[in-house]
């Protein structure tokens, strides 16, 4: 088996044409991009068995979390969704349309208008967050327990660390 992939490729041309370039960090940067697109992809094909955008179920699965009575503001389900408001405001809409939330006026603030799990969208999200842990499960099942902590304490290492930089943390 050739365990040759697509960034060693890219790591040594630059390294024929660049030489003068530290080109080390590219061998974790590149792989996390190509693999983040690989994973998204995969979560996507995963839960069209649920009928569901992947930014549907994010929505959904933010506010299942969330604990009873699964009502979030919109700005807060904008700290877990990467989208912009507008796009938050269509995707409400039209989850509303399709009947897995309702919208309410919070009880404190009146121009708020929460969103919540109708009973039809807990019975969507949660047969959809099993599909999405299995394809989760699937995606790394080779490696082993070990493997998995330490790969997951160095991308969560990673992850602080560009946010902090970024000025998101």
């Known amino acids: ?4 992939d697509i960034i060693d490729i890219l790591i040594s041309d630059w390294k024929k044409e660049r030489s003068d370039l530290d080109i080390s960090a590219m061998g974790v940067v590149g792989r996390v991009l190509k693999l983040g697109k690989i994973l998204e ?11 569901l955008y992947y930014t549907d179920f994010d929505v959904l699965a ?12 919109p700005k807060e389900l904008m700290k877990s969704v990467l989208i912009t408001s507008g796009a938050m405001t269509s995707l409400l809409d039209r989850l509303t349309k399709l009947d897995y939330i309702y919208r309410e ?9 929460r969103a919540a799990l109708t009973p039809k969208g ?5 047969k959809a ?21 330490t790969l997951s304490q160095l ?3 990673m992850v602080l660390n560009v946010e902090k930089v970024e000025g998101k943390a």
């Open 155 to 157: 991308l969560r290492k």
């Open 62 to 73: 933010t506010l299942r979390r969330s604990g009873k009575p699964y009502k979030l503001t």
């Open 41 to 51: 992809k995969r979560a996507g094909i995963a839960l069209k068995e649920s009928d």
């Open 129 to 149: 967050i099993e599909i999405r842990f299995n394809e989760a499960e699937k995606s790394i099942n080779y490696l082993t327990s070990d493997e998995k902590n």
């Open 122 to 126: 807990i019975k969507i999200i949660d």
């Open 1 to 4: 088996m050739d365990n040759t």
């Open 105 to 113: 006026k919070d009880d404190i603030d009146k121009r708020i208008r």
